[in-house]
């Protein structure tokens, strides 16, 4: 077993290095579980907890409460977190039961996801085209271009893309080889011709900045090393507060994930357009999205439904039209 130190400095240090490894080895590679297991490794130092008879209900609901002001959604995510760790200590025989599951969850609203028009995203490029012109020495503006214009039209998850070696982009083939996915869903995805140009063209520009170009070199790179998924993040947010989508203070408007959604959810739609059964089509595109069961993809049927019967004035509206025309220009039709 790993020894924890480091990372970890209470009394359950081996133990929650060893339930992170076991969820990676699922295929749980998110950083959540990470931030939380910290949090909760800093909170038994705080209470000065040293022996496992100590974990009971009380200590988990003090910790799961320890900050009024988080939202529900954080901390029913603490004591998601919670559950898990405990269940794996019984399954080691080292507690006899799990007191975190006699602990409720908080009611929360269910996110809703955000779908981008096309409108919008032809604004999100545009503005990440005017930081080029603006600072035509850096790479940003071109990396968060591709970058952005990748995660749309192959509706790739955030890590996917931030993961993304030189040599995982056959431009003979045409796809992109995307391995260590969430739940180790190993697949292949295929890009459009127009979408390969623009990928070379990013290379080239990437080049002249002079970055290690080696095969297993990250594509998206900066002077500094590899990008990392909260500085996409934060260079994300800064582009939609450019386009008026998001304040400049604050946490709310649309997220960087809800390319993946707009992906599916407009595909969906091209394909209602053409006469396809997107029932029938639904396997593909779950295969295509790298989902576990059918099941998580279902859920862009309700969506794209009711963007059917609301008539979304963002699909039909003058100017979707033209953003459509450029939009197909850019990334090539789907």
């Known amino acids: 077993m790993s020894s924890g130190r ?14 992170l490894e076991f969820k990676r080895s699922l295929g749980y590679t998110s950083f959540s579980n990470v931030h939380a297991a910290k949090d909760f490794d800093g909170y038994l130092l705080f209470r000065a907890v040293i022996s496992l008879r100590e974990l009971n209900e009380s200590l ?26 405990l269940d794996y200590l019984v399954r080691l025989a080292l507690l006899s039961d799990n007191p ?34 603006r600072y035509p020495n850096r790479l940003t503006g071109w990396t968060m271009e591709t970058f952005v214009l990748l995660l749309y039209a192959c509706g790739l998850r955030l890590g996917e893309a ?6 995982d982009v056959d431009f003979e083939q045409g796809t992109l080889s995307l391995w260590k996915t969430k739940f180790h869903k190993e697949r292949l995805v295929p890009f459009s011709p127009v ?14 900045a002079r970055l290690p170009a080696g095969p297993r070199d990250p594509f998206f790179a900066h002077p500094g090393g590899k990008y990392s998924k909260y500085s996409m993040n ?13 304040k400049s203070k604050g946490r709310g408007g649309p997220r960087i994930h809800d390319l993946r959604h707009s992906f599916a959810c407009h595909r969906l739609y091209k394909w209602y357009q ?3 059964d997107i029932l029938n089509k639904l396997p593909l595109l779950s295969t295509y999205m790298g989902h576990v069961n059918i099941e998580n993809t279902q859920v862009y049927l309700t969506i ?15 100017f979707e039209a033209v953003a459509h025309k450029a939009l197909e220009r850019a990334i090539g039709k789907p």
Request: net charge positive.
């Open 274 to 276: 053409e006469g396809h």
């Open 60 to 85: 988990v609901a003090n910790w799961m409460h320890a900050i009024p002001t988080q939202a529900a959604a954080t901390k029913n995510g603490k004591l998601r977190f919670a559950r898990g760790f």
């Open 234 to 246: 934060g260079r994300f947010r800064l582009l939609l507060v450019h386009t008026g989508l998001a």
């Open 100 to 133: 975190a599951r006699r602990i409720p969850y908080l009611k929360q609203k269910a996110y809703k996801p955000y779908i981008y028009s096309l409108l919008e995203i032809h604004r999100i490029l545009e503005a990440a085209r005017d930081l080029q012109r």
């Open 6 to 19: 480091g990372l970890f400095n209470s009394t359950l240090a081996r133990h929650l290095q060893d339930y």
């Open 195 to 208: 979408v390969g140009k623009k990928l070379r063209a990013y290379l080239a520009r990437r080049g002249k």
């Open 162 to 167: 931030v993961n993304l070696r030189i040599e």
């Open 304 to 318: 794209t439904q009711t963007l059917l019967r609301e008539g979304d004035r963002r699909f039909q509206s003058d």
